[in-house]
C-alpha cells in the first residue's frame, strides 16, 4: 500500500515522502452453482447462483525507515465537524474499518451526547464534548457476503430472465443524513433539512450532525437488478429466419434497511462504504423495448 509518510528532515529534503510499505491481505472463497430445477417438454427453469467471501486485513503499515500507527480516512465533510474522521487503517483491522464515537441519545434538554471513556478504555457515562480518545471500532464496510442470482424460464414461446443481486454483512456511513440532520442549515442558512429533524431531536441540538454511531447503518440489500420478459415468433415468412420481441426493466426494486438513497455505494479503494453527497449519482429504474430480427 502506497502512503505519504512524514520523514525526518535529517535524513531527506522533504518532510513527507510516498513509500510503498504497507501490507495488506486478502483471503476468501467464491462458488458458483449452475442448475437446471425444472425442464418439462414446454417449460424450463435454469439458475446460476454466485457466492464469494473476502476477509481483508492490513498487515502491516510500517518497516524499520517509515513508521506509522495507524492512518486517519474518510472525512464525511459535515458543518462543525471539519477533519473528524470516521474511518482507520491500522494493523489488524480490515480497510475500512469504522472508528467512532458512540452516541448515547439525548440528555435532559434534547442535546446529543456520546459515550465517555477514560485513558483506560473504561467506559465512565456520557459526555457532550467527545475527543479523540472516545472513538472505538464500530463495525466495518467490507461486506460478509457478495451474491448474485440469475434466473432464466422458458414457456413455450416465452422467456422470461431475472438477476438478483446483493451483499449483506457491511456497514455504511451516510454522511448525507448527518449532514442534512444538521438544524443550523434551516435556522441560519434557510437550506433544506431532513423532516426527521422535527420528529427525532431537539431544534436547537447543535451536536446532531456530529459524526458518530447515529449513522453507521447496516448496508445489506437484495436488488432485482435486470428483469426481462420475451416472445419468439420463430420464423416468419420467406424472408425472417427468427424474430424475437422484448422489454427490460433495470433497477426494478431493493430491499433493504438502509435509509439513504441507495445502499450499492462504493467498495473499493481506501475509504469504502462512505455514501457522500457527492459520490455518486442515484440509480434510476428504467424501461427498454427491443427488437431481434435474423433474415
Excluded at 121 to 141: I, K, Y
Excluded at 169 to 193: C, E, Q, T, V
Excluded at 195 to 216: G, I, K, W
Aim: aromatic residues 14%; proline residues 4%; contains cysteine.
Amino acid at each position: 500500500m502506497i502512503y505519504n509518510y512524514r520523514v525526518s528532515t535529517l535524513l531527506y529534503p522533504y518532510s513527507e515522502m510516498w513509500a510503498n510499505v504497507g501490507d495488506i491481505s486478502n483471503k476468501g472463497f467464491e462458488i458458483t452453482i449452475n442448475a437446471v430445477p425444472v425442464q418439462t417438454k414446454d417449460f424450463t427453469w435454469s439458475t446460476t447462483l454466485n457466492l464469494s467471501h473476502n476477509k481483508n486485513k492490513v498487515e502491516s503499515l510500517s518497516n524499520s525507515e517509515y513508521s506509522v500507527k495507524y492512518i486517519e480516512m474518510a472525512d464525511p465533510n459535515i458543518n462543525s465537524y471539519s477533519n473528524k474522521y470516521v474511518q482507520r487503517l491500522m494493523e489488524g483491522a480490515p480497510i475500512g474499518q469504522f472508528y467512532l464515537w458512540e452516541w448515547a441519545g439525548y440528555d435532559e434538554n434534547g442535546m446529543s451526547v456520546f459515550n465517555d471513556y477514560d485513558e483506560n478504555g473504561n467506559l465512565v457515562g456520557t459526555t457532550d464534548a467527545p475527543d479523540d480518545g472516545d472513538r472505538r471500532m464500530a463495525g466495518s464496510a467490507q461486506p460478509k457476503l457478495t451474491y448474485g442470482w440469475n434466473n432464466e424460464f422458458t414457456w413455450k414461446k416465452w422467456s422470461l430472465s431475472a438477476f438478483f443481486q446483493g451483499v449483506a454483512g457491511n456497514k455504511i456511513f451516510n454522511a448525507i443524513r448527518a449532514s442534512y440532520s444538521d438544524p443550523s442549515l434551516l435556522s441560519s442558512f434557510g437550506k433544506n433539512i431532513l423532516a426527521d429533524v422535527a420528529t427525532e431531536q431537539h431544534a436547537n441540538d447543535s451536536r446532531a450532525q456530529a459524526p458518530s454511531t447515529r449513522y453507521l447503518e447496516n448496508g445489506s440489500y437484495l436488488r432485482l437488478s435486470t428483469l426481462t420478459l420475451g416472445y419468439n415468433f420463430g420464423k416468419l415468412g420467406n424472408y425472417v429466419n427468427n424474430l424475437r420481441v422484448y422489454a427490460t426493466c433495470n433497477n426494478v426494486f431493493t430491499i433493504t434497511g438502509y435509509k439513504g438513497i441507495d445502499p450499492e455505494v462504493n467498495l473499493g479503494g481506501l475509504e469504502p462504504g462512505m455514501d457522500m453527497r457527492n459520490s455518486n449519482y442515484p440509480r434510476t429504474r428504467s424501461f427498454m423495448v427491443g427488437v431481434n430480427m435474423n433474415f
